[in-house]
């Protein structure tokens, strides 16, 4: 065997629907990077020093192949000047809805990112990641859809009353969130991430049934997806996108974050050489797994999604929650090498 | 009868309030109105909570379905007395959170089902407990969107312990969801995967069950 690949060139590789040397893996630990530092929650996202530095440090402990300029789903909430909760032990979340009737969205106009300074620093973020880690690996940029931020922007209940009820200002939503989605994923491509992923729980049939899907959110992804400048994920956030696999294919999505409620080999067997698929390992069991649980679910899911490339072993949720310990993580890490290596010989005789 | 039950699933799922009327008026028209609730909506809105659950039904479905049919109800009331449910003291509440959906589902389906029940809105641990232990709660169903919150769920437990306060906790939202052993763990008394398993569990109580 000759020498390693980069974590760049394993994910190209993957992405390609060809096999590298091993399977590549995404931790997306965005918070575990200020346990590292010895800071709160709070602290470690206040400078962009703190997120490279974690982050770096995480790239090698856990040895996975991305670098990820993800804060937290709520910072675009921030940015059209909405309130973000900080907690001691979990992401920050949304605060209080800042659209709280629906004929306020006839006067919404998309926000400036230059005056966000959550935005801002994310970016400044990103470009220093590039500065360090250059080509060898990838970073990643985070945008929320513009079909699933609003449930941060007027609430759950109420946008899907908007979807059913108000279809023209549904629209007209649609229209304004399309605009700053572009402009904040090409922002972030601009300051040196590689790829874009796309959170669109909104769209999977857990919280959609694919009809909906068919005249709304599809519709918004095939617009944002072929006007971002880089490649793009589309990311079920744990949602499940069985029934609706073969139409994000129209998207031009890159790829596809899969769900622990889905078959992830029924995935793969749908995306195989067209979009390459990321997941499912269950975000919220993992918090109780012991080593060799941990190596069971890598072993499972590279078992189904694995052979030929076009797969990335990931959680299924996009966020690893802060009480994930790092043993199960590094547990996870040692799996995926001893599991991960190409040609997958092993998988002919697994049974499960 | 199960072409009503049908006809009324099928203009829920479509979110046809006019054709859920019209079913409606198809039951009154031969039934005593009021049984609609218990011979239809119950049973309907049991069969969509079941669909979301093994992934058939979107959630918006059962939101807006649950929005329908609580409007139907309502309209009822205006009309014909309603049964009335012999039920513990219930009250709903949002964990340290600002997510709503999962609670107005239950809230709105227990209400199309004949329960009364308090709303809490959006609480954390210390309110939730004083205003429990104040209304004299027996049920406190708690809705739960991220996992910090739903092990906030112990410090509940906890402090109702500590006050000697029998009052029973029933979790449901996506994290018990994704870890079918994460009630236990957070000292729940049940766990509801949709709606109508609050009304098992309320049945349980009534009849004794620990």
Request: net charge negative; charged share 25%.
């Amino acid at each position: 065997m000759g020498p390693s690949m980069s974590c760049s060139e394993r994910v190209l590789t993957a992405m390609g629907h060809k096999e590298a040397d091993r399977v590549p893996f995404l931790l997306s630990a965005t918070m575990h990077g200020a346990k590292e530092l010895g800071l709160s929650i709070r602290e470690y996202f206040s400078k962009p020093e703190n997120v490279v530095e974690g982050q770096m440090r995480l790239l090698r402990k856990y040895r996975h192949d991305f670098m990820s300029g993800m804060y937290f789903a709520a910072n675009e909430i921030e940015t059209w000047g909405g309130e973000v909760i900080f907690f001691d032990d979990g992401a920050p979340n949304a605060g209080e809805p800042f659209i709280t009737k629906s004929s306020m969205i006839t006067g919404l106009t998309p926000p400036r990112i230059e005056n966000s300074n959550l935005a801002q620093r994310i970016l400044k973020t990103i470009s220093l990641m590039k500065e360090r880690v250059g080509d060898e690996a990838p970073v990643v940029g985070v945008v929320v859809s513009p079909f699933s931020v609003p449930v941060m922007q007027m609430g759950f209940g109420r946008y899907i009353r908007l979807m059913y009820e108000e279809r023209p200002l549904f629209e007209q939503l649609m229209k304004v969130n399309e605009e700053f989605c572009v402009s904040w994923a090409d922002a972030q491509l601009a300051a040196g991430a590689t790829a874009i992923c796309c959170f669109d729980p909104v769209s999977s049939t857990t919280i959609t049934s694919r009809q909906m899907f068919l005249e709304t959110g599809l519709q918004v992804a095939k617009r944002v997806i072929g006007r971002i400048s880089g490649p793009t994920v589309m990311h079920m956030g744990a949602g499940a996108c069985g029934q609706i696999v073969g139409d994000i294919l129209s998207t031009g999505a890159a790829g596809l974050g899969v769900s622990s409620l889905d078959d992830l080999g029924v995935i793969k067997d749908s995306c195989r050489g067209k979009v390459t698929i990321l997941g499912n390992l269950n975000n919220i069991e993992m918090r109780n797994w012991s080593a060799e649980q941990a190596e069971q679910e890598v072993k499972k899911a590279i078992a189904s999604a694995g052979a030929g490339g076009g797969y990335v072993l990931a959680d299924n949720f996009g966020e690893i929650p802060w009480q994930v310990p790092d043993e199960v993580l590094m547990a996870i890490s040692d799996a995926v090498f001893k599991w991960g290596q190409y040609p997958l010989t092993w998988v002919r005789d697994y049974e499960g | 009868m199960n072409e009503l039950l049908n006809d009324f699933e099928q203009a829920l799922l479509a979110v046809d309030a006019v054709a859920a009327r019209e079913v409606f008026d198809r039951w009154g028209a031969e039934n005593v109105r009021s049984e609609f609730l218990d011979q239809i909506i119950v049973p309907v809105l049991d069969k969509i909570g079941d669909g979301w659950a093994e992934g058939s039904v979107s959630l918006a479905q059962v939101y807006m379905s649950g929005r329908i049919c609580e409007k139907l109800v309502d309209a009822m009331i205006l009309r014909d007395p309603m049964p009335v449910r012999s039920h513990p003291r219930i009250a709903i509440v949002v964990l340290e959170d600002r997510h709503i959906l999962g609670k107005t589902i239950v809230y709105s389906f227990l209400r199309s089902c004949g329960f009364s029940l308090l709303d809490y809105g959006c609480l954390g641990v210390d309110d939730t407990v004083k205003r429990a232990i104040d209304d004299k709660i027996e049920v406190l169903l708690v809705s739960t969107l991220m996992l910090p919150s739903a092990l906030r769920v112990k410090d509940l437990r906890r402090q109702f312990d500590a006050r000697d306060a029998d009052v029973k906790i029933v979790v449901g939202g996506a994290p018990f969801r994704f870890d079918e052993t994460l009630w236990k763990e957070v000292g729940a008394y049940a766990m509801g995967r949709t709606a109508f398993d609050a009304v098992s569990v309320f049945a349980g109580i009534e009849g004794g069950a620990s």
